[in-house]
Nanobody, 122 residues
């Protein structure tokens, strides 16, 4: 089982990036999927997650209105569209899969990707 997060990079403030989480060895439509991030010197935090069933979504207050999480079950991927990026969004972003319901608690996630770096800087 492997999750692969991609799409990170360097972007100017106000710019956009689209992160993608691809899976091998499991079907993402059987899992709730979460995006987490960890900035240097800070704890990992839940950014957004999407349920396995009814498409319910959660967004941290810090990204609400700027980030959008979505599924493409045909491609077995989950994406995180990030817009109006701010320097404080700079972090390593991880995707994770949970057999439970939608949750921002990282301890409820069973599988993790390796992370992709997002840097927002002018």
């Amino acid at each position: 089982v492997q999750l692969q997060a991609s799409g990170g990079g360097l972007v100017q403030p106000g710019g956009s990036l689209r992160l993608s989480c691809a899976a091998s060895g499991l079907s993402l439509d059987n899992y709730a999927i979460g995006w987490f991030r960890q900035a240097p010197g800070k704890e990992r935090e839940g950014v957004s997650c999407i349920s396995l069933s009814d498409g319910s979504r959660y967004y941290a207050n810090s990204v609400k209105g700027r980030f959008t999480i979505s599924r493409d079950n045909a491609k077995n991927t989950v994406s995180l569209q990030m817009s109006s990026l701010k320097p404080e969004d700079t972090a390593i972003y991880y995707c994770a899969a949970s057999t439970g319901g939608i949750s921002r608690n990282e301890y409820e996630y069973n599988y993790w990707g390796q992370g992709t770096q997002v840097t927002v800087s002018s």
